[in-house]
């Protein structure tokens, strides 16, 4: 089954993990520009990965048929750092209108600091007044409630950012009703140990229904898997799903959410992508 | 707006039938950590917040919860202080709320 893939830092993984994602059904992916795992010392180290990102991860990608994206960013677990958050705020602007970038991410909270919410905040502006889609990560574990909470009140207060172009990502069973009574996308992310399962993304979907619900590996550099996506297809298909659901979830939804960037574009061939076999 | 639920298409034994293998394989997962952490120390239980929050956790399992159990271990498991934090302590989440991290909020 095709499938699209918004949240994978493919920066991080090797050529043979774009060919296990093609290989899957991954027609398209997109990938927030996020931490390396440490720190960048300068603005000009996060100039070179946003390049990165826009140029050499498309060409690996089209290797093996698959459309790239990118979302750019000052990322949440650098953004306490004040001073450099004001200077790659202030080199954002001018690669938004680069042909694959489909917006500002992934932004948000880390630690729930003073200093990541000022960040996270003069991003959400920057996004509201160049019209760009967003994708917003919000913090792991024993943080993940009071930053999502923190998150939703930062994103209720920029009216000129309409909640359908937001994608609040890392959504899990305490944030998720949170994220959808406003008209937000909630992004379940599949990850072996931290955020969800593959058992508990379905339950979700059974519990909420399948709209402005997205699903993605955001492989990484740490414990992660790149076709997490495709096996979330089999857990929904262990389930009895019908392809048709699961087509929307996994194909439909993440092209509903993109193409409100005139930037994404869906394979040629592929836009009538339908399910191989229904029950 | 409201979501709209999809049931499961399968029968409550079918889940069983699915699931009872990997689930009874977790719970004793979670046994053998226990266990392992007594033969360690068993006064560990009683000092370190990440495992008395596991304790709290299985109780929650057990007494089960009109909005779900998984929503309610994950908010025993959250930080309930919406306060920020006046600076950045760690880069980053330990699993369960340390009520020794003093970290100035504000």
């Known amino acids: ?121 003069e991003q959400v502006a920057l996004a509201a007044r160049h019209r760009q889609l967003v994708l917003i990560h919000t913090p792991h574990l024993e943080d993940k409630l009071k930053g999502t909470r923190i998150t939703m009140d930062v994103l209720r207060n920029q009216r000129d950012l309409p909640a359908g172009r937001v994608l609040v990502d890392h959504a899990e069973e305490h944030t998720i009703e949170m994220i959808l009574e406003d008209g937000y996308w909630a992004g379940l992310t599949l990850y072996p140990q931290t955020k969800v399962s593959a058992a508990r993304a379905v339950d979700m979907i059974e519990k909420y229904g399948p709209d402005r619900i997205l699903v993605a590996g955001a492989c990484d550099w740490g414990p992660s898997e790149p076709i997490a996506v495709p096996k979330f297809i089999a857990e929904m298909r262990r389930r009895r799903h019908t392809d048709e659901l699961i087509h929307r979830v996994v194909f439909q939804n993440p092209v509903q959410f993109l193409s409100q960037s005139p930037k994404f574009k869906v394979p040629v061939g592929i836009e009538d992508a339908v399910p191989t076999r229904s029950r | 707006m409201k979501p709209t639920p999809l049931p499961s298409p399968l029968t409550p034994v079918e889940i069983v039938d699915e699931y009872f293998i990997e689930t009874r394989n977790r719970i004793i997962e979670v046994a053998a950590f226990l266990d392992r952490l007594d033969r360690a120390d068993p006064e560990v239980a009683n000092l370190d917040f990440r495992v008395k929050a596991l304790h709290r956790a299985l109780e929650l399992v057990l007494a089960g919860s009109a909005t779900g159990r998984v929503r309610e271990i994950q908010l025993l498991m959250s930080d309930q202080d919406n306060r920020p934090l006046a600076a950045l302590d760690r880069k980053g989440a330990v699993g369960a709320p340390d009520p020794s991290n003093q970290s100035p909020r504000v």
């Open chain 1, 1 to 121: 089954m095709k499938y699209i893939d918004h949240h994978a830092h493919m920066a991080s993984r090797t050529t043979d993990d774009y060919a296990h994602m093609a290989l899957t059904g991954c027609v398209a992916l997109t990938e927030p520009a996020f931490w390396a795992g440490w720190d960048r010392s300068t603005a000009d180290g996060f100039e070179d990965y946003f390049k990165q990102l826009m140029e050499f991860e498309p060409r690996r990608a089209a290797q093996y048929g698959i459309r790239h994206y990118a979302w750019l960013g000052m990322n949440p677990k650098e953004s306490d750092n004040r001073e450099i958050s004001l200077e790659v705020l202030a080199r954002l602007p001018k690669h938004l209108d680069h042909p694959t970038v489909l917006g500002i991410g992934e932004i948000g909270l880390n630690r729930v600091t003073v200093n990541e919410i000022t960040t996270y905040t």
